[in-house]
Nanobody, 115 residues
Framework: QVQLVESGGGLVQTGGSLRLSCAGS????????MRWYRQAPGNQRELVAG???????NYADSVKGRFTVSRDNAKNTVYLQMNSLKPEDTAVYFC?????????WGQGTQVTVSS
């Protein structure tokens, strides 16, 4: 069974940093593309960043230059390093992957950036 578990969220001041982690089981990250999404109250779920099996990355315009997605295949874990955080980054952040034609989601981790 595929399971994704996010961690690392919390409360941080504007300009601060957090590193989110997504640990997987039942899926091998090294042969799967991984994505980070976020959803704030009243907003649609937004694709924040992605990383392919080859290591290529993509980012939403709103986080380019501030967020970095990376992968540690030995630990079967994907990370989202978030720097220069802004109040508008406040949201629940989700890790996601495709497997067997289905999309899987973690439970989400809350990130709150105070102004």
């Amino acid at each position: 069974q595929v399971q994704l578990v996010e961690s690392g969220g919390g409360l941080v001041q504007t300009g601060g940093s957090l590193r989110l982690s997504c640990a997987g089981s039942g899926i091998t990250f090294s042969i799967n593309n991984m994505r980070w999404y976020r959803q704030a109250p009243g907003n649609q779920r937004e694709l924040v960043a992605g990383i392919t099996v080859s290591g290529a990355t993509n980012y939403a315009d709103s986080v380019k230059g501030r967020f970095t997605v990376s992968r540690d295949n030995a630990k079967n874990t994907v990370y989202l390093q978030m720097n220069s955080l802004k109040p508008e980054d406040t949201a629940v952040y989700f890790c996601s992957a495709l497997y067997g034609g289905a999309r899987y989601w973690g439970q989400g981790t809350q990130v709150t950036v105070s102004s």
